[in-house]
Nanobody, 120 residues
Framework: QLQLVESGGGLVRPGESLRLSCTAS????????VSWHRQAPGKQRELVAT???????NYAASVKGRFTISRDNAKNAVYLQMDSLKPEDTAVYYC??????????????WGQGTQVTVSS
């Protein structure tokens, strides 16, 4: 069982920055593809950014150029650097990790979420 803990959320003004962290309980975290998702009130959860176990990254169009996902396998952590924040970035941000040790078996875990509020 992999446990994921997010941190780094908070209240910031438009244009400011935050860095979210997702820390795992197991060194096997380095095998996982990890993504950040967010859910705003009354909206569906959406994918924000993904980083594979090889370090390849992908971003939603709404955050490309403003957010950067990275990982530090030595610390069992994945980060989301969020710059030039906008009010529409306000949401609960969730870390998600998945790994398929075999073709038939997919392991997937969610963190508990961290609130990000962007408001003047």
């Amino acid at each position: 069982q992999l446990q994921l803990v997010e941190s780094g959320g908070g209240l910031v003004r438009p244009g400011e920055s935050l860095r979210l962290s997702c820390t795992a309980s197991d060194t096997r975290f380095k095998l996982y593809d990890v993504s950040w998702h967010r859910q705003a009130p009354g909206k569906q959860r959406e994918l924000v950014a993904t980083i594979t176990n090889f370090g390849n990254t992908n971003y939603a169009a709404s955050v490309k150029g403003r957010f950067t996902i990275s990982r530090d396998n030595a610390k069992n952590a994945v980060y989301l650097q969020m710059d030039s924040l906008k009010p529409e970035d306000t949401a609960v941000y969730y870390c998600y990790a998945e790994y398929a040790p075999t073709v038939e078996h997919l392991l997937k875990y969610w963190g508990q979420g961290t609130q990000v509020t962007v408001s003047s």
